[in-house]
């Protein structure tokens, strides 16, 4: 490419018109104000959001988020803009842009260090709580499995796989267990799909 | 402007001027940081003070927000202006009741409009004196002196008025540069209007003085023509006139039609007789027809009806051009108006089979011979 093709190109590139992108200051300050946050919400922040028992995993539904509409540009006042500033210091990741609500900025840091390659179509369809637990569930599917072979191997049974159709099969409340969290993962997934 | 005044939140007056706390984003924050030497004394920026900690922006200007509170709060403007003419209102109310503006309106501006000068080759518009002869030929003035008081040549009521709008404070000094609740300047804004309402009504009454005695120097001797057409409050010359409504100081104005004709979809005419065109001098401002009257731009066969002008939005204030224009329209509407091919209007002059009719015109109908004969 000569000189002057790539000065056309560089200026057909910056005449492009661009979509308009809401910031991160912009949501964050939006749910500062539409909840009326305070500055005890820091503390809140400081105790990771875990306080989804494992065994409510079956009870779970799948939570939708609650819609909101963030402005396309935002001004706080002073006390506002610092608590929007100092949430997104202490909640730095990048599923936080996703987060609707107070609960959501919450969990979305244990979210990511769960599963850091969630695409954007899950975390805009869910909330934070169910692809949590759904990240939990598959992490315990993983475990239990694992478990298994290790409980087989011990009895020297052969493999695990062919184990676990005969005499040596997996307990019933583990194989309940199993097939309730598998259950939710595929509803989860499932209607990702669609 | 309510909104802000009534939020709740500290202001910050400087030099005349209101600063708002300054509201953040990051690119206003980076902006605020690259200011040299924030000392947290007042440091002047530009639009931007720091002040105990608080950044606040310059917004508005103090006097221009007073100067220019009547277009941007009208209501509150409002309620100010008429809090101070109720103090001085005692005053001017007793004035005016016979011989009023409205009058002096009519007779000298729009009266003038419709009784144009035909006399040879002299033609063109009546001035005052003209008028006022006009009057004196055409009516029978019994002589006698007229009172003065309660007319608009009586200029008491005014000048009662004007001294007690001098002694009303009429000035107003900048709140002291400093934070200010919003209550505070509140306070301050409705002392400042009412010190700017003052201000304005003095002008106004003064210029109100001026013209009266102007106008009094003018018609003068023949001051009693005036004084008793305003007793007798109705006056009709050429076709023209006003009738007075009630003891109020409202009238109609009105100007006859003639007879005329209007031809339907078949090409027969047919004659409608004279009736009073009349307009208002208050609100709603619409031409009415004065008589009994029938028409198709009539909803019925009534008096007092409003004639149906396709279009037209009435004007929101009595003077002299828009009655002129107002009567112009509704006589223009009943003659000209009226398109026999589209039949417009509430009713048309031929019968049709589309609607159920309420208004029939077949007794205004002429034969052809008494056609010619009219012609």
Sequence with gaps: MDLLQKIKSERAQSKKKRPFKRTLFDKVNCLVRTYGLEVSFLSRLEVPEDYLSEANVEFAQLRKKKPIEFPLFSLAAEREYRLATAIMNKVDNPYLEFAQSPEEIAISKTLFDLNPSLGADQLVRYHFETLLLCERAKKEMKDLAKQANDSQRRKGAGSARESLGDEGSLPDSLEQRIEQLQSFVEKVEDSQAQ | ?375
């Excluded at chain 2, 917004?59 to 220019?68: G, K």
Aim: aromatic fraction near 10%; include cysteine; proline fraction near 5%.
């Design chain 2, 1 to 375: 402007m309510r909104r802000l005044i009534e939020s709740g939140i500290d202001f910050l007056v400087e030099s005349g001027f209101l600063y708002l706390p300054l509201l953040y984003d990051p690119d206003i924050e980076r902006e605020i940081q690259s200011i040299p030497d924030p000392t947290e004394s007042q440091e002047r920026t530009g639009s931007v003070i720091l002040n105990k900690g608080q950044h606040f922006v310059k917004s508005l200007s103090l006097h221009s927000l007073v100067a220019n509170y009547e277009r941007i709060g009208k209501d509150s403007y409002d309620q100010v202006r008429s809090a101070v003419l109720r103090q001085v209102a005692g005053s001017i109310d007793r004035g005016e009741t016979s011989l009023s503006w409205k009058l002096i309106t009519i007779i000298f501006q729009i009266m003038p409009y419709f009784i144009k000068k035909n006399r040879g080759l002299e033609r063109g518009k009546f001035n005052k004196e003209d008028i006022l002869k006009l009057i004196a030929e055409k009516v029978d003035l019994p002589p006698r002196e007229y009172e003065r008081t309660n007319t608009v040549f009586d200029l008491k009521p005014l000048q009662e008025a004007l001294k007690v709008l001098e002694r009303l404070d009429s000035t107003f000094k900048p709140p002291t540069d400093g934070i200010i609740s919003s209550s505070e300047l509140r306070h301050w804004l409705q002392k400042a209007l009412k010190a700017q309402v003052v201000e304005k009504e003095r002008t106004r009454l003064r210029n109100e003085v001026r013209r009266r005695e102007q106008l009094i120097a003018t018609v003068d001797e023949d001051m009693d023509i005036l004084l008793y057409v305003a007793q007798k409050g109705s006056l009709e010359i050429n076709g023209f006139g006003f009738t007075r409504i009630g003891a109020s100081d409202d009238y109609l104005i009105y100007k006859r039609t003639g007879e005329y004709r209007l031809k339907d979809y078949y090409g027969r005419s047919y004659l409608f007789p004279d009736c009073r065109v009349a307009v208002p001098t208050f609100s709603p401002f619409k031409p009415v027809v004065m008589e009994k009257y029938k028409h198709p731009f009539l909803y019925a066969h009534d008096s007092g009806q409003e004639i149906c002008l396709h279009g037209f939005y009435p004007p929101q204030q009595f003077s002299a051009e828009n009655a002129i224009h107002l009567l112009e329209e509704g006589i223009n509407a009943l003659l000209y108006g009226y398109d026999a091919r589209r039949r417009n209007g509430y009713h048309s002059l031929d019968r049709t089979r589309e609607y159920v009719r309420t208004v029939e015109f077949d007794d205004y109908r002429i034969s052809p011979g008494e056609q010619t004969s009219l012609r």
